[in-house]
């Protein structure tokens, strides 16, 4: 019996698919082929604007071990990640509120223990995904940098996925990375979009989107789209070293005034198809439908 069988018992065990999931809600999974590009700064700035546009949010840390979030937010949660998973807490009452209303489930911290979860935790997990059907119409998962088992599920099973890169070599080549991966032997790919963060000019940033969509269309038929530029910004790094979110503490920084362009273009493009928690279930315990 194959892995993705054993899921499948579990999850018919308890029940867990069950009639009436939402088929509306969008799951946004947020991605670097490397850590430290600012991956985690980008979901919790779009979380903030896309309640301000009057969407209930919900951010999962979903690298398991790092507290990226909550760090960011300056927020101390009362659970995280290990609390569900133990089922010593639902996934609804281990969410925390941060600024905005933006509700966060904590990725813990080095809760090393996760770094590649069982058949049995990941069922609860879906389990807990199907409670937050009636709480938020946007969810976000912010997945940890590189390849591991974890990041690639959550980004196959997602129906978008934002690739966030700098204008270094080695990150723009890891983005390559992960995208590839996840063009291996999959039939239901997401909608690839880029966000070149961290450039000195908005020619920079397009001609790194450029290199990327080349070697993407050419080697992987891969065609992504270009969701935005992010410039260096030192109002972000001194939002950073506050543990407060750039948008909120310097709204007008350039920083900011940019990633509320990309929460727009996320709310407002076309030939999106939200497919719902229910599908994002379904994939992420392998059932082909």
């Given at each position: 019996?194959?892995?993705?069988?054993?899921?499948?018992?579990?999850?018919?065990?308890?029940?867990?698919?069950?009639?009436?999931?939402?088929?509306?809600?969008?799951v946004?999974?947020?991605?670097?082929?490397?850590?430290?590009v600012?991956?985690?700064?980008?979901?919790?700035?779009?979380?903030?604007?896309?309640?301000?546009a009057?969407?209930?949010?919900?951010?999962?840390?979903?690298?398991?071990?790092?507290?990226?979030?909550?760090?960011?937010?300056g927020?101390s949660?009362?659970?995280?990640?290990?609390?569900?998973?133990?089922?010593?807490?639902?996934?609804?009452?281990?969410?925390?509120?941060?600024?905005?209303?933006?509700?966060?489930?904590?990725g813990?911290s080095?809760?090393?223990?996760?770094?590649?979860?069982?058949?049995?935790?990941?069922?609860?997990l879906?389990?807990g995904?199907?409670?937050?059907?009636?709480?938020?119409?946007?969810?976000?998962i912010?997945?940890?940098?590189?390849?591991?088992?974890?990041?690639?599920?959550?980004?196959?099973?997602a129906?978008?996925?934002?690739?966030?890169t700098?204008?270094?070599?080695?990150?723009?080549?890891?983005?390559?990375?992960?995208?590839?991966?996840?063009?291996?032997?999959s039939?239901?790919?997401?909608?690839?979009?880029?966000?070149?963060?961290?450039?000195?000019?908005?020619?920079?940033?397009?001609?790194?989107?450029?290199?990327?969509?080349?070697?993407?269309?050419?080697?992987?038929?891969?065609?992504p789209?270009?969701?935005?530029?992010?410039p260096?910004?030192?109002?972000?790094?001194?939002?950073?070293?506050?543990?407060?979110?750039?948008?909120?503490?310097?709204?007008?920084s350039?920083?900011?005034?940019?990633?509320?362009?990309?929460?727009?273009?996320?709310?407002?493009?076309t030939?999106?198809?939200?497919?719902?928690?229910?599908?994002?279930?379904?994939?992420?315990?392998?059932?082909?439908?």
């Amino acid at each position: 019996m194959d892995q993705a069988e054993k899921l499948r018992n579990l999850v018919a065990k308890h029940e867990i698919i069950r009639p009436g999931l939402s088929t509306t809600m969008r799951v946004i999974a947020i991605t670097s082929g490397k850590g430290g590009v600012g991956k985690t700064n980008l979901a919790i700035n779009l979380g903030i604007y896309l309640t301000r546009a009057n969407k209930r949010v919900v951010v999962v840390d979903a690298d398991f071990g790092l507290a990226n979030v909550e760090v960011l937010l300056g927020v101390s949660p009362r659970y995280s990640f290990k609390d569900v998973l133990t089922s010593e807490v639902s996934i609804v009452d281990a969410l925390t509120t941060g600024p905005e209303g933006v509700r966060f489930l904590s990725g813990g911290s080095g809760l090393t223990q996760l770094a590649d979860i069982t058949d049995s935790q990941m069922a609860i997990l879906i389990a807990g995904f199907t409670q937050l059907d009636s709480l938020a119409d946007i969810l976000i998962i912010d997945t940890g940098a590189g390849m591991s088992k974890n990041v690639t599920n959550f980004l196959k099973a997602a129906h978008e996925t934002i690739v966030v890169t700098t204008s270094d070599p080695t990150s723009v080549t890891d983005a390559y990375a992960i995208i590839k991966i996840m063009t291996e032997n999959s039939t239901n790919l997401p909608r690839f979009r880029i966000v070149v963060n961290r450039v000195e000019t908005q020619k920079e940033g397009t001609e790194v989107f450029s290199r990327l969509y080349r070697v993407c269309n050419r080697f992987l038929d891969v065609k992504p789209v270009n969701l935005g530029i992010i410039p260096y910004d030192k109002y972000l790094i001194r939002a950073v070293k506050s543990q407060e979110p750039v948008s909120l503490m310097y709204p007008y920084s350039e920083s900011s005034r940019s990633i509320e362009i990309i929460s727009r273009r996320l709310l407002h493009e076309t030939g999106v198809e939200s497919t719902g928690i229910k599908q994002f279930i379904e994939r992420l315990i392998g059932i082909k439908k």
